[in-house]
């Protein structure tokens, strides 16, 4: 195994690759020494954009020196005796190649497609005609508006001491508040604080304070969520039956 790769490696060569009208140089590209002239001109006419016959390769060694022009397109590549980290250099002849003028490289030289505003606003399917979409209200759907009352029905049955659980999760606390919040939507709320730092805040709610409790452990909710009763707060150590 280890000679096959030794073979391998043996029939080709690792080159750079520059070109005379890009600033970029190109990944190092491996090269059979078998393969003629005209098939790695073919090769780097894929990568680089320049015509076959418009191309004119130049040997460069590892100092940078030129060794040769490879002009002979019958000629096997390893007739110049590259090696690796020798460099290609491509001479693009034609001066109407779509690499001259350096446009493929920077953007801002290429003529950019314009279209008027008012041209613009009469396409469908745009980004724009989209945004509009979503911010239009839709006067089919008509927008229930919340009671300042609701759920007070609720709240009735709750007072600030009570015991509760809160739904969903079965986490337990204690009620600290009952009524309107008005840093919060219409209707009537309740202000719980947990037993454990589950919650949300410390009682203040958007720059407004409802109630007192440490950090963590309070939690505004809709008096739906708040059953009230016998919950004891529960022992962490207990251990299940089993």
């Known amino acids: 195994m280890a000679s096959v790769l030794q073979n391998v490696c043996d029939d080709t ?5 520059t070109h ?3 600033k970029q140089h190109f990944s190092e590209i491996r090269f059979s020494l078998h393969s003629t002239v005209g098939a790695t001109k073919e090769r780097l006419w894929k990568n680089c954009g320049t015509s076959v016959d418009s191309m ?5 060694d590892d100092n940078d020196k030129k060794v040769c022009d490879m002009n002979e397109d019958s000629q096997p590549l390893g ?3 590259p090696r690796d980290g020798y460099r290609i250099h491509i001479v693009d002849m034609d001066p109407s190649s779509m690499t001259a ?3 493929l490289e920077d953007t801002s030289l290429v003529e950019k497609y314009r279209i008027s505003e008012e041209s613009y606003g009469k396409l469908d399917g745009t980004f724009r005609k989209f945004k509009e979409r979503l911010v239009s209200p839709d006067p089919s759907i008509s927008q229930p508006k919340i009671s300042e009352d609701y759920m007070q029905d609720l709240a009735a049955n709750i007072k600030v001491g009570d015991r509760c659980e809160v739904d969903p999760g079965g986490k ?3 009620v600290m508040f009952v009524g309107r919040a008005e840093t919060l939507p219409p209707g009537f709320w309740v202000g719980v604080q947990y037993d454990e730092p589950v919650g949300k805040h410390d009682g203040m709610v958007k720059g407004k304070r409802y109630f007192s409790c440490p950090p963590l452990q309070g939690v505004m909710l809709r008096p739906d969520k708040v059953k009230v009763g016998d919950y004891p707060e529960r022992d962490p150590f207990e251990e ?3």
Do not use: M
């Open 13 to 17: 060569v690792l080159l750079h690759v």
């Open 20 to 22: 005379s009208n890009l």
């Open 56 to 60: 004119v390769l130049q040997l460069f």
């Open 79 to 81: 007739l110049y005796s």
């Open 101 to 103: 003028g350096g446009w």
């Open 172 to 174: 337990r606390g204690a």
């Open 240 to 242: 299940e039956e089993i």
